[in-house]
């Protein structure tokens, strides 16, 4: 058995350590919001948190998550309403959606890291995360306005 915390949660599982974890979660765990896209972790569609830091859950093996917090998409808040999750609403940024819970928590560890972001950090973080749709500008202009809406709730 393999224990984590996934989404603030206590789970364990029954799988070989050497399984990705992205199959874990969507397999295993039935959260399925975190998606597969390449499978050699050069498109971020299968972007998690491990500890807060944004890995590619398709190469990332549950024996590294064993014992460490998780969070996918579906934690990333309680009622889907994360600055950058209201902003991807407000712009109307998806077109497909596929890629987008990748982007979404890709740009979560960018705001938390740097809460002002420029145009370039914002394209320099979000280099990894392919959209066959091309949204890129609307991504770019979510993020501002969720760095915005972080800005003037938190009061800096």
Known sequence: MISLT?????CEVNVSPDMPLLWVL??????TGTKYGCGVAQCGACVVHLNGEAVRSCVTKISRAEGQNV?????LSQHNDH???????????????????GQIMSAAVLLRENPNPT???IDDAMAGNICRC???????????LAAD?????DGK
């Open 26 to 31: 969507r397999d295993e765990l039935n959260l």
């Open 83 to 101: 600055p950058l999750q209201k902003a991807w609403q407000e712009i109307d940024v998806p077109q497909c959606g596929y890629c987008h819970s």
């Open 6 to 10: 996934v989404n603030q949660k206590a």
């Open 134 to 144: 091309g949204t890129y500008l609307r991504v770019r202009q979510a993020i501002h």
């Open 149 to 153: 809406v972080q800005h003037n709730k």
């Open 71 to 75: 969070t996918t998409i579906e934690g």
């Open 119 to 121: 145009d370039q950090d």
